[in-house]
């Protein structure tokens, strides 16, 4: 489980002109994920993800037609993971950071005009779908072909948490639930 190390809460990735702020809630070039409640607490790799574009804005699919957009919080409240995007995971490496930050924008912004056209459905196009449109466009990894699963995957295994506090915020549903089912099946 990786968390946020407060030592360096200035560092930026690669030059990026932007730094992470967590005590603001700031993220620029960050894909965020925060607990959806219930759904999280049955099954804790489940949330809802966001994407900040260079500035810190964050977009996110949160019903049909609707994309949430704001400096510090997503649908479900503010972000308790997240992933800093490096300019050098983009597809073409022979552009320039400003080119670069350009396309990341851009890509946000037309996974946004796209997805406000969409019915929001839980399982399929849904937030990680917004994100993954996203990605796809700029070849995140140099991989073409982000979707729900993979994101959801990714963000386990690459996602930091923002604080002690949000892994706890995170599990604590799910630990809840899991000791109720436990002492039920104790007791039967």
């Known amino acids: 489980i990786q968390m946020y190390n407060n030592s360096n809460s200035n560092s930026i990735n690669n030059k990026e002109s932007e730094k992470i702020e967590i005590s603001k809630n700031h993220f620029p070039l960050c894909i965020l994920w925060t ?3 219930l759904l999280t607490y049955i099954c804790p790799i489940i949330g809802h993800l966001g994407i900040a574009s260079s500035d810190g804005l964050i977009n996110d699919f949160v019903g049909p037609y609707t994309i949430n957009r704001d400096f510090t919080t997503l649908g479900f409240g503010t972000a308790t993971k997240y992933y800093k995007i490096s300019l050098d995971d983009f597809g073409s490496s022979n552009l320039s950071q400003n080119q670069k930050l350009q396309i990341w924008d851009h890509a946000i912004e037309k996974s946004s005009d796209e997805f406000e056209k969409r019915i929001h459905i839980i399982c399929w196009n849904n937030c990680h779908s917004h994100v993954a449109y996203a990605l796809n466009q700029i070849e995140f990894k140099n991989f073409k072909y982000w979707n729900t ?3 959801i995957l990714f963000m386990c295994f690459y996602g930091k948490f923002v604080s002690f506090e949000a ?5 604590l549903g799910f630990m809840i639930l899991l000791i109720v089912i436990i002492f039920f099946i104790l007791i039967l």
């Open 35 to 37: 607990p959806i409640p």
């Open 149 to 151: 699963l993979f994101l």
């Open 167 to 171: 892994f706890f915020k995170t599990y």
